[in-house]
């Protein structure tokens, strides 16, 4: 095993209260545990995917579209790589906030890089890849 490191991560109050509901529920007993499983999840993730293989899937965000310029910015990105995308659906939460579904075909490179450019666009709340097969080869 390799030496422990010590990092710090600033997360709001709230998230972090709802963080420690569900990892209390799931049976952790210390966030370091909850965190590592996390990240080896990622991890495990990522190695199962081919660079190359031809993958479908959906990429979902939630934000609140009040945030300026940020519409924009989602539907720019989209437009950079309208071939990786086959479909979206928008629903209005409520008053404030967006739910985006887009449907993505490509390399899974591709499709990883065009999720996390969605994802990590600042002020989007929440975003999630979910990588499947063509069904083809199941
Ligand atoms: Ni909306």
Redesign the pocket.
């Known amino acids: 095993m390799s030496e422990l490191s010590r990092i710090g991560v600033a997360i709001d109050s709230d998230l972090l209260a709802k963080f420690d509901e569900l990892i209390a529920n799931r049976g952790y007993t210390n966030r370091s545990e909850a965190f590592r499983d996390l990240i080896r999840d990622e991890l495990v993730e990522k190695v199962w995917e081919g660079p190359e293989s031809p993958v479908v899937g959906t990429v979902t965000l939630v934000y609140n579209?009040h945030v300026r310029l940020l519409?924009d910015k989602l539907t720019d990105l989209q437009h950079d790589h309208y071939h990786l995308i086959l479909s979206t659906m928008?629903?209005?939460?409520d008053h404030d906030?967006?739910?985006?579904v887009l449907v993505v075909k490509g390399r899974a490179k591709d499709v990883k890089k065009i999720a996390d450019a969605l994802i990590s666009t600042k002020g989007v709340k929440h975003g999630r890849l979910t990588i499947t097969a063509s069904g083809a080869e199941l």
């Open positions: 579209h519409g928008h629903v209005h939460l906030n967006c739910l985006e």
